[in-house]
């Protein structure tokens, strides 16, 4: 699924479908990458071929840097923002359903969805340069779409310290310590090759009983089909305050002058 500014694309390989988005904000979501990740997830979830699924972003620098900003200040009325927010929430809820195990690889930064991409993954690999934020706040809108994915993985103590520093980084190995990441290795190459390792194991391993292991993994989210869609519209509303417009105005501002 190729756009003039990012794509989603998938291949299979011995049982292993490996998923990459890009986009040229720093593998940042606009509407229609979200819309082809989700439809991507879906359509290999139930590919028979399929054992296990890489989930990364292009490039060697951020894994993702979340919403799109031109996106967000273009919202106009809260129909617009649940839609665009609803985008987050399908690609979750895309992975929380999807019949197969999903290795996450992150190289770089992840920010606000970023983080939750990385969180509704089902076995994370990161590089030592895959610090996190959760920036939201600081826009004025909030983590509230992939909140639910993030405190699911690391608990409440350390979400809502993320969710309440929203301009602080944390470290990969905070990231690790907290349960988000399941490994965290110096370079690309020592990452790629455990990913390897662990696709080509799981490729060969029972794919019922994977797939029961993903049940029991997410077990206790199957109201958030519902849950998230709310969480949609809370963002949708807020991102029409003048707090936030200004807030990202000034953060593009910033961008641009970098």
Known sequence: MQHPDGYVRSEID????TIEFYHPASNSLPGHILGDLAKTINDIGIEERVKVIILKSHGSKAFCAGASFDELVAISNEEE???FFSGFANVINAMRKCHKLIIGRVQGKAVGGGVGLASAVDYAIATEDASVKLSELAVGIGPFVVGPAVERKIGT?????LAIDATGWR????AKKHGLYAEVHKTEEEMDQAIE???HRLAHSSPEAMGQLKKIFWQGTENWDKLLSERAGISGKL???DF??????KFKAKAANQ
């Open 14 to 17: 011995h049982g292993i479908a």
């Open 81 to 83: 923002g649940q839609k």
């Open 157 to 161: 103590s350390a979400f809502s310290q």
């Open 171 to 174: 470290s990969a190995e905070w």
């Open 197 to 199: 390792d662990l696709a």
């Open 239 to 241: 991102v029409l305050s």
């Open 244 to 249: 936030t417009r200004e807030a990202i105005a």
